[in-house]
């Protein structure tokens, strides 16, 4: 009976290839070389022209939405990364999920490293959305992670309840989690526990695999707030990113519960330092202690993370490359954050801020998650500087407020270094 | 364009054991049947289209299955999906379908005058009636696989075919994505709306992609024929409507459905169809028939009878909520269908409803007169 493939195959010398199989019926279970298969391929390219599987983004607000036109589709559309990644791949979340009619989000993930320069037509005008304007064409990024730069990162205690930074790292040679295969992901795993296991002191810790958890211990994790679980936001799933859950996905924290590591969740891996009370400074440096210190472990075993100077550290979300940080306070500010010159302050800063349960909750009682809103275009010490003068001058504020005193609203600071 | 995993031959470079999926908690029939020598065995391969082993179990893999419920845990991608993969998909075939073998034929029946009777089950029980299949047009990628080029040549295709219907079939088509609010609440009201699937088993198989794009609901005007153009499948076709007349369903299900299939042909796309398999749908539990023929029907007293569900086995029958799979009977009513889709024909099929649905009827109403039934629970057919 005619198929679709023998109408593919019309093109080729089809009595050899199925003479070869030995088929009496059409097909039955065999390998395809590469040569049928790349047939098959130029025929649907013929038969699929870019414009015929041009999304539809009329009802879309996000980043790549924008920045996708018919032309740039239609030049990418059949080019991949080394590792086969393709633009549908990329943009896939973005078309799945319209977006907000006021939170843009980006609207496109990388599946490796590669997917930022092969489809950078469409990856530059979106990082410029994203981030202010800034040109990886033309731009670089500082990267700095020397904590002892750092001045006045010790807030009062009254108002900042706790204290955090985080950032993600990639392993480089190994797909992000997009895309990446089972064994791209446990690798990940091994090379990420293995450095792990070489920390010392106060950074001693281990590591708990999603899987193998007892109930006990996750129990445990949950009630400490430290266990992620499998992505249900479509802004993930549709990226492919909760896939094989939970293989090689877990947790590691070191004895003191300040220092923390996710492996395999939205990025290769997330970290996390934290405290309660409010001393930036000390969690600072134990967050760039401990990023040096598992950088040099990796490369002790020919390992690297991903990095270049004109993304900095390269993670799966557009939204998170430069820096990937996010510095933050718990803080109350009763009367200020009522006040309705708080959002403009904030502005100013470029601070942002969210509920206590994190991105896109809303902020219970009178406290508030405060955190840098830039990520690319300043380094690590810039922006937790950033954040330590920004959060100081709001706790200011709050006290003068109480006082009956009048406020100021901050000059605007620069998204970038000057 | 291919969704996921397109970089299969790049994963041949990590051995079986790095790239073989841990399904030691899981419980569908892919999880069965694929061992890691199976695994290593069909990883190189791949389909004219592109789709993987990988993209094949994606979904058996993300969904390790309730311990009471047996999913399947895979998807075709196209039509050879089934060929290129049959090491794995045969076994999963025969588990699911009554130990159907990889030689066995499929009969298709769709003569509705080869039905006995079925135009009189009682209306004061039988509150209504309703058949559905699946169909695929040859020469595209099934859903888990199809770019948007080619839905939105499916849809364009099957409004084509669909639009030129007259008669008892005259109708309209509704695209998902441009339907009015109006529009959207009456296709709600009358139960005939489908939504973006939420099931994990049917999203971690990339069918939810790009919705609602190449999506839409057609139906005729009496509202007694209703396609649904590519959600689950490329095409879903019901005929239903109140009461217990599923001989009429029936006819106007077979009649409709050839006038649509001759339509297709004629544009040189006809459906997936072999004589093994029967009509080739995404999901192996719906070849053969693809056909879900039933009623809801009120059965208070049967269905509390310890023997019921014994009963439905027998019969070849098995009961859902009113709401469909995996819902809960409202008010002793219950969604009674056809167990079978591989092996047996749709004329067969129905007609073991039509049988079954008689005698549980009549079960129902002794119940009702507080006589015995133990003499009418019928042999296993």
């Not at chain 1, 009254?158 to 895309?179: H, K, N, Q």
């Not at chain 1, 446990?186 to 958890?213: F, H, P, Q, W």
């Not at chain 1, 001393?279 to 270049?308: A, P, S, T």
């Not at chain 1, 302050?345 to 809103?373: E, F, H, P, Y």
Request: proline share 5%; charged share 25%; glycine share 8%.
């Amino acid at each position: 009976m005619a198929n679709s493939f023998t109408r593919i195959m019309s093109g080729r010398n089809t009595a050899v290839i199925l003479a070869s199989i030995g088929a009496g019926t059409l097909v039955s279970g065999y390998v395809l070389s590469d040569n049928t298969a790349a047939a098959a391929a130029a025929e649907r390219t013929r038969l699929y022209p870019p414009s015929a599987d041009f999304p539809d983004l009329r009802k879309h607000n996000n980043c790549m939405a924008a920045a996708l036109t018919p032309t740039i589709y239609g030049r990418l559309r059949d080019k991949t990364t080394p590792s086969n990644w393709t633009l549908d791949q990329c943009i896939q979340t973005g078309v799945d999920n319209p977006g907000h009619p006021f939170i843009k989000t980006v609207g496109m993930v990388a599946g490796d490293e590669e997917s930022y320069e092969v489809f950078a037509e469409l990856f530059d005008p979106v990082i410029k959305d994203r981030h202010n304007g800034y040109d990886p064409r033309t731009m670089k990024h500082p990267t700095d992670l020397d904590a002892s730069k750092i001045t006045s990162g010790m807030f009062d205690e009254r108002y900042v309840l706790s204290t955090r930074v985080r950032t993600g790292r990639s392993i480089r040679g190994l797909s992000l989690p997009p895309a990446c295969s089972r064994s791209e992901r446990r690798e990940v795993e091994r090379v990420v526990v293995t450095a792990l296991a070489g920390l010392k002191g106060d950074l001693t810790g281990r590591y708990y695999s999603l899987g193998e958890m007892s109930d006990r211990e996750q129990k445990q994790l949950i009630d400490e707030h430290f266990l992620f679980d499998k992505p249900v936001s479509p802004l993930l799933t549709a990226a492919g990113m909760a896939r094989d859950w939970p293989d090689a996905r877990g947790i590691w924290h070191n004895n003191e519960k300040n220092f923390l590591i996710w492996i395999n969740e939205e990025d290769h891996t997330r970290i996390i330092s934290m405290e309660k009370g409010g001393n930036m400074k000390r969690v600072f440096e134990r967050f760039c202690r401990g990023l040096k210190q598992v950088e040099h472990l990796i490369q002790e075993r020919g390992w690297e993370f991903m990095w270049n100077d004109r993304l900095g550290y390269i993670l799966t979300c557009p939204s998170n490359l430069g820096t990937g940080l996010r510095a933050g306070v718990h803080i109350r500010l009763p009367i200020l954050s009522r006040d309705p010159r708080f959002k403009k302050i904030l502005d100013n800063l470029r601070l942002q801020k969210r509920g206590t349960g994190g991105v896109d909750t809303a902020a219970t009682g009178d406290t508030v998650d405060i955190s840098n809103l830039d990520r690319l275009g300043k380094s690590e010490v810039d922006l937790v500087q950033l954040v330590i003068d920004g959060v100081n001058y709001l706790i200011e504020c709050e006290k003068r407020l109480e006082r009956g005193q009048d406020i100021k609203i901050p000059s605007p600071i620069s998204p970038f270094r000057k | 364009m291919p969704f996921g995993n397109t970089h299969n031959n790049f994963k041949l470079n990590y051995k079986v054991e790095e790239e073989y999926p841990d399904l030691s908690k899981h419980n569908n029939h892919m999880a069965k049947v694929l061992t890691k020598e199976l695994y290593g065995k069909l990883r190189d391969k791949q389909t004219p289209n592109g789709f993987t082993l990988d993209d094949v179990i994606q979904t058996g893999v993300d969904n390790p299955g309730h311990p009471f419920i047996m999913t399947v845990g895979c998807v075709a991608g196209d039509e050879e999906s089934y060929e290129v993969f049959k090491d794995l998909l045969d076994p999963i075939i025969s588990d699911r379908h009554n130990g159907y073998k990889a030689t066995d034929k499929h009969k298709t029946d769709l003569n509705f005058e080869n039905l006995k009777g079925g135009d009189d089950l009682d209306p004061a029980y039988v509150l209504s009636s309703r058949v559905r299949t699946g169909r695929s047009i040859k020469g595209f990628t099934l859903p888990p696989h199809s770019s948007r080029g080619e839905r939105r040549g499916i849809e364009k295709l099957s409004v084509e075919a669909l639009t030129s219907l007259d008669g008892e079939f005259k109708g309209k088509y509704y695209p998902l994505k441009s339907m009015t609010d109006a529009e959207q609440e009456q296709l709600i009201n009358d139960h005939f709306l489908f939504d973006k699937p939420v099931s994990p088993l049917l999203t971690c198989a990339g069918m939810a992609r790009d919705w609602p794009d190449g999506r839409g609901i057609w139906h005729n005007d009496s509202k007694t024929f209703l396609v649904w153009v590519n959600e689950e499948d490329h095409l879903r076709v019901i005929s239903m409507q109140q009461g217990g007349n599923m001989r009429e369903v029936f006819r106007r299900f077979c009649v409709g459905l050839q006038k649509i299939e001759e339509i297709f042909k004629k544009h040189n796309h006809g459906f997936m169809w072999n004589e093994h398999l029967g009509y080739i749908l995404t999901c192996p539990s719906n070849l053969g028939t693809g056909l879900r023929g039933g009623v809801h029907v009120k059965l208070p007293k049967l269905s509390t009878h310890p023997k019921f569900d014994e009963i439905l086995t027998r019969l070849r029958l098995q009961k859902r909520g009113t709401g469909g799979v995996d819902t809960a009977s409202v008010g002793g009513v219950f969604d009674i269908s056809n167990a079978d889709r591989l092996g047996s024909s749709e004329v067969a099929q129905v007609q073991m409803v039509v049988d079954g649905v008689k005698l549980m009827v009549e079960m129902e109403k002794k119940l009702e007169k507080g006589e015995a039934i133990d003499s009418m629970i019928p042999a296993q057919k």
